[in-house]
């Protein structure tokens, strides 16, 4: 697709529809701040433009559709997987700024809200009320929901809760020509035609730009109770996550830190942890305060008889916040081993935990490198990171192969290639080893009837001819 570059008459038509001049940037030392975000690569805009209303976006994409010019949705940019990357260039609509709308409407059980939002204002909001937003990205303190939208974010609490798509009623979406269009209701029931919300949530703005959104909330459990199991096998560790939720308990959180990570966290910070154990689960179950004991003292008994060296049940708020306090180091602590961090998010089917574990023990020793695995267990939506450096550019090749066997272990053993951080252009090139050429021809169809133009976020989901996964250009 061959796009028109942004040119003086282009700038000149855009100044016509954004009122105050500072919400468009032009110069290259501007522009330098929206060329990354979390994930891998370097792309230059030509313009980015930070609308505050729904009528100044929809005006920005119909001159970019009339004018044949890229335009590339952006909230805080904490994608892992280059969703919000301008890689042709064109134009970046900042959608931050959009934050005018928080709206709690409780005897609704909704929130009505602006894609600038950051998803922690979202929680205390909900949370004022005695209400609940479930979803739980691990960056909610800075993620925008229109990020979260776009990607379909899930966190945590998707074991029991679900992700973003889950939550969402209805939206307020300018369409590739810049037309603006309302999907969806606040109603919790509503079958009339297509599904055009769930189409548009974590369709990473291929189809067009959210610029409203009404989520559903639900109240908030009454007590939460949280149990720390130690393994001294990973392998085993699975096994118990399997035997737990098939036992009839459900938790609200099952998360896994291998011996990697427990090292990095207690060099970082230290907290208390087995650092000779290879694994450590941390489970969470909520709702009344009678079924919260017993279930989590029957996960307990079910840890141990699998072969748990240890469990501990937090006897107060204080020291479960403690042993979550964990799971949140992780990132930064594993960060200060090597100063690369590839995140990845392959999923695969409960039953296979302990397969996926296997294999990626396989892998980090194949390709000699520093693979950390944590993430949640208990929908299987695990977060094998490789900690390297950049400026090796052999290390980069070897993590490069070892991604693509993680990502093909995952399709083998029925898996997905993610649960919760998007394709972007990371993992454009492997949609085909999961959809199949049919599968993926299908969705390139629902594209080009929406946006024949390719204006929305081109190279995203989609890979380009020959396109292979690459860690050191870009």
Not at 21 to 34: C, V, W
Not at 172 to 193: A, D, H
Not at 358 to 366: D, E, G, M, V
Not at 434 to 441: R, T
Request: aromatic share 4%; proline share 7%; net charge negative.
């Amino acid at each position: 697709m061959k796009y028109r570059k942004v040119d003086a008459e282009i700038i000149q038509r855009v100044r016509q529809n954004i009122a105050e001049p500072k919400r468009i940037l032009t110069e290259k030392q501007d522009l330098a701040s929206y060329t990354f975000d979390a994930s891998f690569g370097t792309y230059w805009p030509e313009l980015v433009v930070q609308p505050i209303t729904t009528q100044e976006v929809a005006a920005i994409v119909k001159l970019a559709d009339a004018a044949k010019i890229p335009v590339y949705p952006r909230g805080q940019s904490t994608s892992l997987s280059g969703g919000p990357l301008p890689v042709e260039g064109g134009i970046v609509l900042d959608l931050s700024k959009m934050v005018h709308k928080l709206e709690v409407i409780p005897d609704d059980l909704v929130a009505i809200v602006s894609p600038g939002v950051l998803t922690a204002a979202i929680h205390e909001a909900a949370e004022q009320v005695g209400l609940m937003y479930p979803p739980d990205p691990s960056s909610s303190a800075v993620s925008t929901i229109g990020g979260n939208l776009a990607e379909n974010s899930g966190g945590p609490r998707g074991l029991k809760y679900g992700v973003t798509k889950d939550y969402v009623l209805g939206l307020e979406v300018v369409t590739p020509q810049g037309e603006i269009i309302r999907t969806g209701s606040r109603t919790v029931k509503n079958v009339t035609g297509y599904d055009l919300t769930k189409l548009l949530v974590g369709s990473e703005g291929t189809l067009g730009i959210i610029t409203e959104a009404t989520l559903q909330l639900i109240p908030k459990p009454l007590a939460t109770a949280t149990l720390l199991c130690i393994f001294d096998n990973i392998v085993t560790s699975g096994e118990a996550i399997s035997k737990v939720l098939t036992s009839g308990i459900l938790p609200a959180k099952m998360e896994i830190m291998d011996q990697a990570c427990i090292q990095a966290v207690e060099s970082y910070q230290p907290l208390g942890l087995p650092t000779d154990a290879e694994a450590i689960i941390l489970i969470e179950v909520d709702g009344h305060p009678l079924a919260v004991e017993e279930e989590i003292r029957d996960a307990a008994r079910i840890c141990e008889r699998i072969g748990a060296r240890h469990v501990q049940i937090a006897s107060t708020a204080t020291d479960q916040a403690n042993l979550w306090k964990a799971r949140k180091l992780v990132s930064p602590a594993i960060t200060r081993l090597k100063p690369t961090k590839i995140s990845e998010d392959a999923t695969v089917p409960r039953s296979q935990i302990p397969t996926m574990f296997a294999r990626l023990k396989q892998i980090r020793k194949k390709y000699d490198v520093k693979l950390v695995i944590f993430g949640h267990a208990g929908d299987g939506n695990l977060h094998p990171n490789i900690i390297a450096d950049k400026r090796d550019p052999d290390e980069m090749k070897r993590v490069e192969q070892a991604v693509e066997e993680i990502f093909t272990a995952a399709i083998e053993l029925g898996g997905t290639l993610s649960g919760e951080h998007g394709i972007g252009n990371m993992k454009a090139p492997f949609m085909e080893m999961e959809l199949g050429a049919v599968g993926l021809d299908m969705m390139k169809r629902i594209k080009e009837s929406w946006d024949p133009n390719h204006i929305m976020n081109p190279g995203k989901i989609f890979p380009a001819p020959g396109q292979r996964l690459n860690l050191t250009e870009g």
